[in-house]
C-alpha cells in the first residue's frame, strides 16, 4: 500500500431562522493518512486536528470574515459538542476504488463516533491526483446538527468533505 498526500477540506452550511448572522464554514484536515494500492483504500483522518479556516461567501473563501475567538470557539464546539473528540479521535475509512472510465468508484465504511456507514462516491483523476467530493449526512452517524440561541441558528444535516490527493499509483 502506498501512502497519500494531499488535502481535505470540508464545508459546512447554516441554516435557521438567524441564519443571516451565522457563517457557511471551510474546515481544514491536515492530519490524515491515506494508503491505497490502486484498489484497497484504507485511511486514518485525525479530528482532533480539524481546523477552521474561515467562512464562505458566494462560493469563495473569506479567511478574514470570522474573528480568531469565534474561529477557537467554533473549534471548541466541533471537538467537544458534535465530534466529541476527546472519546472518537478519529475516524476511519476502508474500501475499494474501481476504475471506470476516466473515473474511479469508490465505496466502503466510513467509522466515525463508533458507528460505520456505507458510502459511494466518485473520484476523478487528474494528473496523477484523486480529486472529488463526497456529502455527508451527519445524522448518519448519531451525530445531531449544532444548535445555537434555541436553534434560530443550527447547521444543515448535511457536511461536503472535498478532496485532492496527489501522488495517487494507480497501477497496481
Do not use: C, Y
Not at 498526500?5 to 474546515?27: N, P
Not at 461536503?160 to 499509483?169: E, I, P, S, T
Request: no cysteine; hydrophobic share 35%.
Amino acid at each position: 500500500m502506498t501512502p497519500v498526500t494531499g488535502r481535505i477540506e470540508a464545508l459546512t452550511f447554516k441554516d435557521g431562522f438567524l441564519s443571516k448572522v451565522a457563517h457557511d464554514l471551510l474546515i481544514d484536515l491536515p492530519h490524515f493518512e491515506l494508503t491505497t494500492d490502486g484498489t484497497a483504500v484504507e485511511g486514518r483522518f485525525v479530528l482532533t486536528s480539524l481546523t477552521v479556516v474561515g467562512v464562505m461567501r458566494d462560493g469563495s473563501l473569506d479567511a478574514r470574515g470570522i474573528s480568531e475567538r469565534d474561529r477557537q470557539d467554533i473549534s471548541g464546539n466541533i471537538q467537544k459538542k458534535i465530534l466529541h473528540t476527546r472519546e472518537h479521535p478519529e475516524a476511519r475509512f476502508s474500501g475499494t476504488a474501481k476504475r471506470n472510465g476516466e473515473r474511479f468508484e469508490v465505496r466502503g465504511g466510513l467509522r466515525l463516533l463508533g458507528e460505520t456507514r456505507e458510502l459511494s462516491f466518485d473520484v476523478r483523476e487528474v494528473d496523477g491526483h484523486w480529486q472529488g467530493e463526497v456529502e455527508l449526512q451527519p445524522t448518519r452517524w448519531g451525530i445531531q446538527p449544532f444548535k445555537a440561541l434555541l436553534g434560530a441558528i443550527k447547521l444543515q444535516d448535511r457536511v461536503v468533505v472535498r478532496f485532492d490527493l496527489g501522488a495517487v499509483k494507480t497501477d497496481p
